[in-house]
Nanobody, 124 residues
Framework: QVQLVESGGGLVQAGGSLRLSCAASGRTFSSTVMGWFRQAPGKEREFVAAISRDGGTAVYADSVKGRFSISRDNAKNTVYLQMNSLKPEDTAIYYC?????????????????WGQGTQVTVSS
């Protein structure tokens, strides 16, 4: 497993931008599919985005498509989530997660390593 630490959350006004980072430890980062999930109060954890091992393929939830962008730097063992045009409904704790293999799945249960989360709050 890899250890994951998120950073970059904060308070931003609607329409603003934030970039989240997730630093991974361990030698297996380049062999893992990486994902971002979020969980709002009283709601289940939901898929946001995922990126393939080489960074060549990304998938997004419909709710963030066109506004968020996931990327990774395998040399730095880091995955990013650029969030633009933020809305109040994007407010949540954001988690990065990792899974071995090549298939980019969207169910949190398919990811084996998780960070502690970073809070994103979007004010109206």
């Amino acid at each position: 497993q890899v250890q994951l630490v998120e950073s970059g959350g904060g308070l931003v006004q609607a329409g603003g931008s934030l970039r989240l980072s997730c630093a991974a430890s361990g030698r297996t980062f380049s062999s893992t599919v990486m994902g971002w999930f979020r969980q709002a109060p009283g709601k289940e954890r939901e898929f946001v985005a995922a990126i393939s091992r080489d960074g060549g393929t990304a998938v997004y939830a419909d709710s963030v498509k066109g506004r968020f962008s996931i990327s990774r730097d395998n040399a730095k063992n880091t995955v990013y989530l650029q969030m633009n045009s933020l809305k109040p409904e994007d407010t949540a704790i954001y988690y990065c997660a990792a899974r071995t293999g090549t298939i980019m799945l969207r169910d949190p249960a398919d990811f084996t390593s998780w960070g502690q989360g970073t809070q994103v709050t979007v004010s109206s």
